[in-house]
């Protein structure tokens, strides 16, 4: 597998050597605020839930914890299936991070992967949906039980890469995908477009891709 060098952008900034790049989807490649706001909105709303405390606890988890977390007195998998349906037709202003289009097209097809704790729908949909291309290994909910923070899900993609761990760099903007790259034992850099710099504990924060450049040595 290619060596990479990640120019990440910025004059105090390091260049990072890795094998592979893992990505989260919503929120770190694709930005679908709006659509993830009108859908659990509503649905707290058909709950009597509080809609700021159910979008709190939403990010980087599946769909399933978060109803487990918001409303343990409710069915999850009455409740997903409803939702499910409206996540999946709603495209209202799904974009790209900026800069997320260049870096990938700039990354080797085989050294790349989407882990994220959407169903493999969802994310077809949502990367299409921003013009992005589907990764050759995407790993989602419906092959991974266990929600972020648990590491399963980055450990399934690094192997199917057939990197290391520890070569792998995980980009993320949330705490429990945050988590989640750690306990795998990879370097993880935050993405402050969700949640703030302060709140995320990664090895460096960016705010968008604009800058990176990718370089393979040799």
């Known amino acids: 597998m290619t060596a990479l060098e990640i120019r990440l952008p910025g004059p105090r900034l390091p260049i990072i050597a890795c094998r592979a790049v893992l990505f989260d989807l919503d929120g770190t490649l694709v930005d679908s605020r709006a659509c993830v706001e009108q859908v659990w909105r509503?649905?707290?709303?058909?709950?009597?839930?509080?809609?700021?405390?159910?979008?709190?606890?939403?990010?980087?988890?599946?769909?399933?914890?978060?109803?487990?977390?918001?409303?343990?007195?409710?069915?999850p998998d009455a409740e997903a299936g409803r939702l499910m349906r409206e996540e999946e037709s709603c495209r209202d202003g799904i974009v790209p991070v900026p800069g997320a289009q260049p870096l990938l097209a700039a990354l080797p097809r085989a050294q790349w992967a989407v882990v994220t704790s959407a169903w493999r729908r969802l994310a077809q949909i949502r990367l299409g949906a921003a013009g992005l291309p589907v990764p050759e290994v995407l790993v989602t909910a419906d092959e991974v039980p266990a929600s972020k923070p648990s590491p399963d899900g980055y450990l399934l993609a690094a192997a199917r890469l057939g990197a290391a761990p520890a070569d792998c760099l995980v980009f993320e903007d949330t705490p429990v995908g945050i988590a989640a790259g750690r306990a795998a034992g990879m370097r993880v850099i935050a993405m402050t477009t969700t949640f703030g710099r302060d709140q995320l504990a990664g090895d460096h924060h960016v705010s968008s891709y604009l800058g990176m450049r990718v370089r393979a040595p040799g």
């Open 42 to 75: 509503a649905w707290s709303a058909r709950h009597g839930l509080n809609g700021d405390r159910v979008l709190a606890l939403s990010p980087g988890r599946q769909q399933r914890a978060t109803i487990t977390m918001a409303a343990p007195h409710l069915d």
